[in-house]
């Protein structure tokens, strides 16, 4: 089992930017899809953005094309996600995942993910 330790998130103004990163030890990171869920108070858990294992696909949830990046680094065995034009509506805490072995298609349902992060806070002030 993977253990992932999600970093980089903290209060910004709208229209800022953070970069989250994910490192995971106990297992590497280079066969397997990741991805990023987020939760806001008094929501569900929703998926922001996944990468295949070989970092050729992405795939962005509507509310975060063109404003997030998601990229790997396998030498690093991390997993980062790049946040600019922060809103408001984008606070929450930030999940890291790790999905499935060697998948040509990025996951987007948090049921194809098996190991997670405790997560990181980043709070958009209007």
């Known amino acids: 089992q993977a253990q992932l330790v999600e970093s980089g998130g903290g209060l910004v103004q709208a229209g800022g930017s953070l970069r989250l990163s994910c490192a995971a030890t106990?297992?590497?990171?280079?066969?397997?899809?990741m991805g990023w869920f987020r939760q806001a108070p008094g929501k569900e858990r929703e998926f922001v953005a996944g990468?295949?294992?070989?970092?050729?696909?992405?795939n962005y949830a509507d509310s975060v094309k063109g404003r997030f990046t998601i990229s790997r680094d396998n030498a690093k065995n991390t997993v980062y996600q790049q946040m600019s034009s922060l809103k408001p509506e984008d606070t929450a805490v930030y999940y890291c995942?790790?999905?499935?072995?060697?998948?040509?298609?990025?996951?987007?349902?948090?049921?194809?993910?098996?190991?997670w992060g405790q997560g990181t806070q980043v709070t958009v002030s209007s």
């Open positions: 995942a790790m999905g499935g072995r060697y998948r040509s298609a990025v996951p987007t349902v948090s049921g194809d993910f098996g190991s």
């Open positions: 990468i295949t294992y070989t970092g050729v696909n992405t």
């Open positions: 106990g297992r590497t990171i280079n066969s397997y899809a």
